[in-house]
């Protein structure tokens, strides 16, 4: 959705990653992609709280 923010592709945080790097991995795998999003809201909270940039293991 436009302003969601992808966090980590099959359970890899693309922190860092450029968005040629980011693309990569996500078509590295044909079969099965897995993304973790965050909304504007989601994303602006756990900055809030200290949590900016870290990927959370769910």
């Given at each position: 959705?436009?302003?969601?923010?992808?966090l980590?592709?099959?359970?890899?945080?693309?922190?860092?990653?450029d968005?040629?790097q980011?693309v990569?991995?996500?078509?590295?795998?044909?079969?099965?992609?897995?993304l973790?999003?965050?909304?504007?809201?989601?994303?602006?909270?756990?900055?809030?709280v200290?949590?900016?940039?870290?990927?959370l293991?769910w």
């Open positions: 959705k436009e302003g969601d923010r992808v980590a592709v099959n359970g890899e945080s693309i922190e860092g990653l968005h040629e980011t990569h991995r996500i078509r590295a795998r044909e079969d099965q992609v897995t973790l999003v965050i909304d504007p809201a989601g994303d602006e909270f756990y900055h809030s200290g949590f900016g940039g870290t990927v293991p």
